[in-house]
C-alpha cells in the first residue's frame, strides 16, 4: 500500500499548528508559570521557543522529510543502524506517556464542556456555584476515567480516518474555529471593569525577579517550551514524513511557531484579564489553575454561562488536535514497520491508553508525574536524540534536506542552524536534563562544574566539526 500525504501545503500546516496549539498554551501554561515565578518564567519561555524551540522543530522536519517514515523507520533507513530504530522506539513510548494524562485533561476538558451545555436547562452548570471544590469531587476518581475515555475515543476517531480524511480535514476545521473563537473572546474581555489588572499581570516584564530565579526556572521553561511547539515527542517527524512536495521547511516552520505562540498570547489576554476582573488570584497553582479560576469568573460574569459553553469549546477543539498527533506517532509506527492496518493500530493503542489513562485519572500524584517530570524528561530527551541525529548522522545531508525548496534567507541559515541543532542545543538540552533529573541539587555544585566544563570541550570538538560542515553548503 502507498503511503498517504497530505492534500495540500496548508494542510499540512494546519495540521502541525493544531498539533503545537492545545492545552499546552491555555492549561499548562498558566499551571507553570504560577509554579515557577510568574513573568520570569514566561520571558525564558519565549526565549527558549525562539531558541531552542524552531530549530528543533526543523530538525524533526527534516528528519521525518527525507525518510518518509516514522520516527522508528527514520531514523534507522536514515543511519543504516537497528540502534537508532531503537531510540526512535522511545517516540512511540512517548506518544502513549503523553496521551495517558493528556486525555484526562481532555476528559476534564469534555465534562466542563457538557456540564455548561446542559447548565441552562438544569438550573446552572454545577460548577459555577462552587469551583474549588467541584473541581476536587470530578478531577480524579472513576468519573474522571469515564470522560478520559470518552476523549480518547473521539482522539482515535478522528485518527481512524487517516493522515487525509481524519488529521487534515479535522484540523482544517478546528484550528481556524480555535483562532476565530479565541479571537472574539479577547475582544469581548477588553470590555469588562478590571481587565487591566490582567493585561499588566500577563505582559509586565519583571527583570529583578527574572534575575533571581533564572536558573530554577530554567528547566521547566524549557520543558514547557518543547511541549508547547510539540517537539522531541516525534510528532513533527512523523507529520512531516507526510508531506508530498518539496516547499520550504524553514518558512512552514516559522508558521507554524508564530501561529502557536500567538495562540498562547491570545489565551493569556482571555484568561488573565477575566481572572482579574473578577479579582482571583491567578497564582493558586496546581493543575486545577486553569478550571478553578476560570470557572469562578464565569458564575460571576454576566453571560457567563455562554462564555462558558465557547471557551470550553475551544478549548475541547484545541486539545482533540493535538491529541490526535500525539496518537499518530505510535499509530504510524505500527502500520509503517509492522504491517498494521490503521484500524488494528488505533484499536490497540486505544485499549492501552484506555489501561494506562485510568491509572493517571485515578492516581493524582502519578498524573503530577508524568503531565511534569516526566513528560518534560522525555520531550528534552528525545530532542536531544534527533538533534544529535540531524548534526552528527545525516550532517550534511541534513542541510540539503534543510535548503530543499526554502527560500534565499533561510537558506543563508543552513549552516548556523546545522551548528546550533548538532552543538550548542544539545550542551543546552543535556544542561537541563540534569536539572530536571534533580541532578545538580543531590551531587553539589562541583560536579556539576566539571559537568559543564566536559560538555563545553565537547561543543567545541564540534566546532571544529561544524568547519566542515561549512564547507558542504551548497
Ligand atoms: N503541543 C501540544 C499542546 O500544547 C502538546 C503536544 C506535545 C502534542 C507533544 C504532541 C506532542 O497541547
Partial sequence: MTRETWATRTGFILAAAGSAVGLGNIWRFPWMTAENGGSAFLAVYLLVILGVGVPGL???????????????????????????????????????????????????????????????????????????????RVSFGAEAALFHL????????????????????????????????????????????GAAAGYEFFLEFDLTTLRANAASVLAPAAGQALFTLSVGAGTMVTYASYIGEDRSLPF????????????GVLAGLVV????????????????????????????????????????????????????????????????DEGGWSRRRAVGVLLALIALTGTATAFVPTLFDFVAGMLADLLLTGGLLAFLLFAGWVLGPDAIEE?????????????????FAIGVIIPVFLVFTLLTTAGVDARIGVWPTVAAAVALVALALVGLARGATWRGTRR
Fill in 150 to 193: 470518552g476523549f480518547l475515543a473521539v482522539t482515535g476517531g478522528i485518527v481512524l480516518g487517516g493522515v487525509r480524511r481524519g488529521i487534515e480535514l479535522g484540523t482544517k476545521v478546528m484550528v481556524p474555529a480555535v483562532l476565530v473563537l479565541l479571537l472574539g473572546m479577547a475582544g469581548w474581555v477588553v470590555t469588562e471593569p
Fill in 402 to 418: 534543510y535548503v530543499t525548496g526554502a527560500g534565499s534567507v533561510a537558506t543563508r541559515f543552513a549552516t548556523p542552524w546545522l
Fill in 272 to 335: 488573565f484579564p477575566l481572572l482579574f476582573s473578577q479579582g482571583i488570584d491567578p497564582g493558586t497553582g496546581g493543575p486545577g489553575a486553569l478550571f478553578v479560576g476560570i470557572a469562578g469568573a464565569f458564575a460571576a460574569l454576566p453571560g457567563g454561562d455562554l462564555l462558558a459553553i465557547v471557551f470550553f469549546g475551544v478549548v475541547t477543539l484545541a486539545a482533540l488536535s493535538s491529541s490526535i498527533s500525539m496518537l499518530e506517532i505510535p499509530v504510524a509506527v505500527l502500520v
Fill in 58 to 136: 526543523l530538525g524533526e522536519f527534516v528528519i521525518g522529510r527525507r525518510s518518509g517514515r516514522n520516527p522508528v523507520g527514520a531514523l534507522r533507513d536514515l543511519s543504516g543502524s537497528r540502534y537508532w530504530g531503537i531510540v526512535g522506539a522511545v517516540s512511540a513510548l512517548t506518544g502513549v506517556a503523553l496521551l495517558s494524562f493528556y486525555s484526562v485533561v481532555g476528559g476534564w476538558i469534555l465534562r466542563y464542556l457538557l456540564v455548561s451545555v446542559v447548565g441552562p436547562v438544569t438550573g446552572g452548570a454545577p460548577y459555577l456555584a462552587a469551583p474549588g471544590p467541584y473541581f476536587d
Fill in 252 to 263: 512552514d516552520g516559522s508558521v507554524i511557531a508564530l501561529l502557536n505562540t500567538g495562540v
